[in-house]
């Protein structure tokens, strides 16, 4: 794989993976896009748009529902929703060429181990979007923040991979950096998602609003401890400075005190949530250890009820 022209898929077209599908198409990279529903058929109509803090654009390309229209691609970005992976991973077959690479770039720490399971560990790479965007209406897409990614390999020997995606992804402006650790950055994402995700559905509140609250910072930090207990059981160790690091970069985003998680905004449009991937793992892995955790707990018995 090289930064010049390739062949590349979007599965799961929504906020994340149409506004990066959208960047690398406007570099002149052959990109597909699939999606679904009302959002599907307005880019089949009208276009991808996407109205950006880094200019606008509108994207004229393949828009599909099915992997099969698609035929083999370099490079497939996944970016379906935690509790879609496996059946994703599964459709991704008629795309997948013998040197075809996969980018996971979702929400939770568990999703690039289910595509290498059917793909292997050497196509498979890790991801973590750094952006703040969302669907405003079917076919647009609003990018607000950010717009950076952090990849990495499985193991060493997808270290020259990451290297060529990132690459890839240099060439079409969008920051982007290799991790020296994937892990460890999947990691401390969700313990900025873990609270702040289910705190925005189970107060409807937004970053700004909920980092203004400072009633609330002993709660949040009490969660990101039970995700840093919950990583050491993986063998990872976040710096006991994390909680702090975390609500620091929150603060910083004052700023941007209308931006809504990803799990609100999907909250708000009756789609299901993704609770299992944020907050489920931290209580299945701290009760695989004989441990508790205590607000994880409360924040996934109440958001599987969350309607």
Same mark, same amino acid.
């Given at each position: 794989?090289?930064?010049?022209?390739?062949?590349?898929?979007?599965?799961?077209?929504?906020? /994340?993976?149409?506004?990066?599908?959208?960047?690398?198409?406007?570099?002149?990279?052959?990109?597909?896009?699939? !999606?679904?529903?009302?959002?599907?058929?307005?880019?089949?109509?009208?276009?991808?748009?996407?109205?950006?803090?880094?200019?606008?654009?509108?994207?004229?390309? @393949?828009?599909?529902?099915?992997?099969?229209?698609?035929?083999?691609r370099d490079l497939i970005?996944?970016?379906?929703? *935690?509790?879609?992976?496996?059946?994703?991973?599964?459709?991704?077959?008629?795309?997948?060429?013998?040197?075809?690479?996969?980018?996971?770039?979702?929400?939770?720490?568990?999703?690039?181990?289910?595509?290498?399971?059917?793909?292997?560990?050497?196509?498979?790479?890790?991801?973590?979007?750094?952006?703040?965007?969302?669907?405003?209406?079917?076919?647009?897409?609003?990018?607000?923040?950010?717009?950076?990614?952090?990849?990495?390999?499985?193991?060493?020997?997808?270290?020259?991979?990451?290297?060529?995606?990132?690459?890839?992804?240099?060439?079409?402006?969008?920051?982007?950096?290799?991790s020296r650790d994937i892990?460890?950055?999947?990691?401390?994402?969700? &313990?900025?998602?873990?609270?702040?995700? &289910?705190?925005?559905?189970?107060?409807?509140?937004?970053?700004?609003?909920?980092? &203004?609250?400072? *009633?609330?910072?002993? @709660?949040?930090?009490?969660?990101?401890?039970?995700?840093?207990?919950?990583?050491?059981?993986?063998?990872?160790?976040?710096?006991? *400075?994390?909680?702090?690091?975390?609500?620091?970069?929150?603060?910083?985003?004052?700023?941007?005190?209308?931006?809504?998680?990803?799990?609100?905004?999907?909250?708000?449009?009756?789609?299901?949530l993704e609770y299992e &991937?944020?907050?489920?793992?931290? /209580?299945?892995?701290?009760?695989?250890?004989?441990?508790?955790?205590?607000?994880?707990?409360?924040?996934?018995? !109440?958001?599987?009820?969350?309607?």
């Amino acid at each position: 794989m090289t930064a010049e022209k390739i062949r590349i898929a979007v599965m799961g077209a929504g906020a /994340v993976g149409g506004y990066f599908g959208a960047r690398l198409a406007a570099a002149g990279q052959n990109v597909a896009f699939i !999606a679904r529903g009302g959002h599907l058929e307005s880019m089949r109509r009208g276009g991808l748009r996407v109205k950006s803090i880094q200019g606008n654009l509108c994207i004229r390309s @393949l828009f599909t529902s099915s992997s099969d229209e698609v035929g083999p691609r370099d490079l497939i970005l996944l970016c379906v929703k *935690s509790y879609d992976t496996e059946e994703a991973a599964k459709k991704l077959e008629p795309m997948m060429g013998e040197k075809t690479v996969v980018l996971s770039l979702q929400n939770g720490v568990d999703n690039p181990e289910k595509i290498a399971k059917l793909w292997g560990v050497d196509r498979t790479l890790a991801g973590v979007a750094d952006i703040a965007a969302r669907v405003p209406e079917p076919g647009m897409i609003e990018h607000s923040a950010s717009g950076r990614i952090f990849l990495g390999p499985l193991q060493e020997s997808g270290r020259e991979t990451a290297g060529d995606v990132e690459a890839v992804l240099t060439g079409a402006k969008i920051p982007c950096q290799v991790s020296r650790d994937i892990q460890t950055t999947l990691w401390k994402k969700l &313990a900025w998602n873990a609270p702040f995700c &289910a705190l925005s559905c189970l107060l409807r509140m937004t970053v700004g609003e909920i980092v &203004a609250a400072e *009633s609330l910072w002993s @709660l949040i930090t009490s969660c990101i401890e039970e995700v840093r207990d919950a990583a050491r059981c993986q063998g990872i160790e976040l710096p006991p *400075s994390t909680a702090e690091e975390t609500l620091g970069i929150s603060r910083f985003s004052r700023s941007l005190k209308d931006v809504k998680p990803s799990m609100l905004q999907d909250l708000e449009a009756g789609k299901p949530l993704e609770y299992e &991937a944020l907050n489920g793992i931290i /209580v299945k892995l701290l009760h695989g250890a004989g441990k508790r955790a205590p607000i994880n707990e409360i924040f996934y018995t !109440a958001l599987k009820d969350k309607r």
